[in-house]
């Protein structure tokens, strides 16, 4: 009679469904086999991708969708090192992952062997935490605790190597392991007294505005967030992984304030008296000159994260806690201010300076972005590449719920957003789900078309095609006098016929007269699309606040000077 035992990759495979995975997305190589074969028959499904930085961000756009931990699988050495773009992608924006890659035997280890990398020393500044397992036995423990530190606290991706020697062994017990993680606490409720401290100073502000973020959304703290802005009578700004936590269409909504925000929410944060962040870490994005940000101003932070209190910016009260834990806490002690002439004062800043754009012409992005948010629906889940169809959209696509708004923000990956739109419709199949990626990022991860012909997704994907790499070309015409280097995507294919390659149905956009039109077609079809929307090349994104500058320096229209070169990156 056979040994009956699990071996290791059978054990990992149990824990995933233990912890309720519904897809594993992967791509399969020599040491990875084991955990593949154990995968067979079980209630786990895999989702080939067609490289394994498409199958971490097929996972990171799965749990930004879903709020679940997202799970990729790849194999050894160049199986591994290509996931550290998307690890990056999801520490930054501090997503739960769990990414299992296979290793060589583990007598192999330090001696060179085929597919042999260091993956825990390389992505060591890429995850919240990582294993290297050394013993079958430990597996059970190892891929519990993967997945609670991915999900608890300030959430993130964590990695798991898997010599093919301990996958392949047999495991003598599954019980239930009960894990202790010395230093690792979450923190829940914040402190009672600086909450009392907060409230005095928000109850005594006549200019206040509340900034919400990301952590705010992974919180879950909408409802908190609306109660807390409607009963102070108090204007919100958004960062741009923020948006939606308080619905885009709500009267005391600012959108997304920073380089490319809105004019109105800038405004409102040079002249606000205080400043309140729920989940957000003053980003360099949003913040400017620091030494300028809300200069005057009285700054209150509530955050998961003890190491983001004072890190960037000096504020008057640091709240330690979870975000919809700590505004529980908080609005009990609120009372209603005198705020009215401020609401007033920010309308009439929302009437004097909208967004806008020339619509005479070639074919705008703003104006496919904007008509493709108008058919689509409040409901729809838009995920985006980063660029300047990036900000379009942040600017755009007015968001009603921040699940609806996937993008990579602090990393600011090219090639996330096609990848990201098929783990979400995965995570959300009744969901009407919308890519708009830029002609530069798509090709990076293009190749993902297949993946999602396969798995016959109705993505819609909307390509806001310049022929450039438009950020980069925006800068060089603003701060380097036109010297353009590096940017002109000559040779683009022809992105409809290329779909229809793949088996997607492909439209194109070339006229002002076509967008209604085929956006329609197009968001009608059952399956999945892809638009080219030839777009004019040439068009920049404003507002703009030019990298370290203050926002009191935003530029509403191209310059008439010539600006110094700025001091951060685009």
Not at 67 to 90: D, I
Not at 152 to 177: C, E, N, Q, T, W
Not at 275 to 287: A, P, T
């Amino acid at each position: 009679m056979g040994d009956t035992r699990l071996n290791g990759a059978e054990a990992l495979v149990e824990i995933m469904i233990e912890e309720g995975v519904e897809y594993v997305f992967g791509l399969p190589g020599g040491s990875a086999i084991p955990i593949y074969d154990a995968l067979v028959g079980r209630n786990v499904k895999l989702v080939l991708t067609r490289h394994e930085q498409g199958a971490v961000h097929m996972a990171d756009g799965y749990a930004r969708a879903t709020g679940r931990v997202g799970v990729a699988l790849v194999t050894s050495g160049p199986g591994a090192t290509n996931t550290v773009t998307g690890l990056f992608t999801a520490l930054m924006d501090s997503v739960p992952l769990v990414v299992v890659c296979g290793q060589m035997p583990s007598w192999t280890l330090g001696l060179d062997a085929f597919q042999e990398a260091d993956v825990s020393g390389i992505t060591y500044p890429c995850v919240k935490h990582s294993y290297l397992v050394k013993d079958v036995e430990d597996i059970p423990r190892v891929m519990r605790e993967a997945f609670y530190l991915a999900r608890s606290g300030r959430p993130g991706p964590v990695l798991i190597d898997m010599p093919k020697d301990i996958s392949g062994a047999r495991l003598s017990d599954m019980g239930k392991v009960d894990f202790h993680l010395p230093g690792y606490s979450v923190p829940l409720e914040g402190d009672s007294s600086s909450i009392a401290e907060a409230a005095r100073l928000i109850k005594a502000a006549r200019r206040p505005v509340l900034l919400v973020g990301h952590g705010a959304a992974i919180a879950g703290a909408s409802i908190e967030v609306r109660e807390l802005v409607e009963r102070m009578r108090m204007p919100a700004v958004s960062t741009l992984l923020g948006k939606g936590l308080l619905p885009e269409s709500h009267e005391l909504s600012l959108g997304m304030l920073g380089m490319h925000g809105t004019a109105y929410a800038n405004k409102a944060m040079v002249a606000c008296d205080l400043v309140m962040s729920v989940g957000s870490r003053w980003d360099d994005r949003i913040v400017g000159s620091y030494s300028d940000f809300c200069k005057g101003a009285v700054k209150i932070h509530i955050d998961i994260d003890p190491a983001e209190i004072d890190k960037v910016v000096k504020v008057d009260v640091g709240i330690v806690g979870d975000a919809k834990a700590v505004l529980a806490q908080l609005l009990p002690l609120l009372e209603p201010g005198d705020t009215e002439d401020w609401v007033k004062q920010v309308a009439r800043w929302r009437r004097d300076y909208p967004l806008s754009y020339r619509k005479e012409g070639k074919v705008r992005a703003q104006h496919v972005i904007e008509e493709l948010r108008a058919l689509a629906g409040g409901e729809a889940v838009f995920t985006t590449d980063v660029g300047q169809h990036q900000m379009w959209a942040a600017q755009f696509v007015g968001s009603e719920e921040s699940r609806n708004w996937i993008s990579s923000g602090g990393a600011g990956t090219m090639g996330f957003g096609l990848p990201a739109a098929i783990g979400a419709q995965l995570g959300r199949p009744g969901a009407r789900v919308v890519a708009i990626v830029g002609d530069g990022g798509f090709q990076m991860t293009l190749s993902e078309l297949a993946t999602m012909r396969n798995l016959k997704l109705p993505v819609k994907i909307v390509v806001i095609n310049n022929h450039y790499l438009g950020m980069v070309r925006q800068w060089q015409s603003m701060f380097y006098d036109e010297r353009y280097s590096g940017v002109d995507l000559e040779g683009n294919p022809d992105f409809a016929r290329l779909a229809e390659a793949y088996g997607v149905k492909g439209y194109r956009i070339t006229r002002p007269a076509d967008v209604r039109r085929v956006l329609k077609a197009a968001l009608e079809h059952d399956g999945p699309v892809l638009v080219d929307a030839e777009v004019e090349k040439h068009d920049n994104v404003f507002p703009m606040i030019p990298a370290g500058a203050s926002l009191k320096d935003m530029l509403l229209e191209p310059p008439k000077r010539k600006l110094e070169k700025p001091t951060g990156g685009t």
